[in-house]
Each structure stands twice: as structure tokens, then as C-alpha cells.
């Protein structure tokens, strides 16, 4: 149950909102069939070093435990932070789930130089020749869960975060949409 005031998203999100990205585990269950070609193609034996981390083997590597977000989230919810709305990214990555909580007028703008793209991530778009549309698509490429809040009230939000142990990155913002352009835009 929750009270109807804080429901999310809400729907004052608005131009000129922050975006913060929270640091994935890894792949996080998505891309799998993806995956698991690239793994055969390349001759790996899933007991294998990891191509992206020697310490741990390949199976290790890829099958990171999905991290919970619920309970570092909800602590932030529950002091207040002035979270507007909340993305999973899971399959579709941010193409397909940040527009969820946006009105039709606003678009999410991604700065990709924002946080440095996981080694698993970085393997994987070499190993398979994959684009960067394609790998945003279909894996989270290091964030798991995205929350949009007022740009002044950032910090209290990151050090909310930064007590649970949870890695949060400024990725983006939210700016009105032009004509023609798509709801998620990235730059570099």
C-alpha cells in the first residue's frame, strides 16, 4: 500500500529534472540468448577465465547475481528524497523503459561518458561485433535502475545512496522534446 501523494512516477516530472543511473552487477538477466551465442562462437567453456575479469570464471562473470535496488530505494523514499520517478532497466534498456515515466513532451537526455561501461559489457560488444544502439538495447551496460529528481535536490538524493553502498552516477537529464526526436537521446 501506498499513499496517493507519493505514488510514482509522478507527474511533475519536467524539463530541466536530473536523471541518476544506479550501478548494475553485471548483466542483471538480460541478453542472454545474445549471450550464450557469442559464448559458443567464441569456443568458451563456461569454467573458463573470464575474457572481462581473469579473477572469476566465465559463468561467475555472466551470471552476477541481479543487485535489489528495493531496499536502498525505498530508505531514500523513506527520508524524503525527492524522487520523481523510477526505471528499471532490464531487456530494451533505456530505450524502452525510461520513456515509461515521461509525458509525450519531454525526452531523457543520456550522457554516455558518464560512467565508464563494465568490462563484461565492453567484452561482449567487441566479441560480438555489436553496436552501440544494439548493446543499449539489449543489456543495461552498467546501470540497473535509473531515478529522475529536481536538479537542485541531487545531492541529498546521492548521499541517501551513497549511505545503502549503491554507486550512483549523474547520467542525464530531462529537456522538452524537439520535433522528430526520439524520447531517450544520447551523447558522448
Known amino acids: 500500500a501506498v499513499e496517493r501523494t507519493k505514488v510514482l512516477p509522478k507527474k511533475d516530472i519536467a524539463a530541466g529534472d536530473l536523471i541518476l543511473g544506479l550501478a548494475s552487477d553485471g548483466l542483471h538477466s538480460n541478453g542472454f540468448s545474445l ?3 557469442l559464448v559458443e562462437a567464441e569456443g568458451l567453456a563456461w569454467d573458463a577465465p573470464s575474457p572481462a575479469d581473469d579473477t572469476k570464471s566465465l559463468a561467475e562473470d555472466l551470471l552476477t547475481p541481479t543487485r535489489i535496488y528495493v531496499r536502498s530505494v525505498l530508505a531514500a523514499l523513506k527520508a524524503n528524497a525527492p524522487i520523481k520517478g523510477l526505471v528499471h532497466i532490464t531487456g530494451g534498456g533505456f530505450q524502452e523503459n525510461l520513456p515509461r515515466v515521461l509525458d509525450d513532451h519531454l525526452a531523457a537526455h543520456i550522457d554516455l561518458s558518464a560512467w565508464k561501461l563494465p568490462r563484461v559489457f565492453q567484452w561482449l560488444q567487441k566479441a560480438g561485433a555489436i553496436e552501440e544502439a544494439e548493446l543499449l538495447r539489449t543489456f543495461n551496460c552498467g546501470i540497473g535502475m535509473i531515478l529522475c529528481l ?17 554507486k550512483a552516477y549523474e547520467i542525464g537529464r530531462i529537456e522538452a522534446k524537439q520535433a522528430g526526436e526520439d524520447a531517450v537521446v544520447y551523447a558522448d
Open 35 to 37: 549471450v550464450r551465442r
Open 150 to 166: 529536481p536538479k537542485e535536490q541531487a545531492a541529498t538524493a546521492l548521499a541517501l545512496l551513497a549511505d545503502s553502498a549503491i
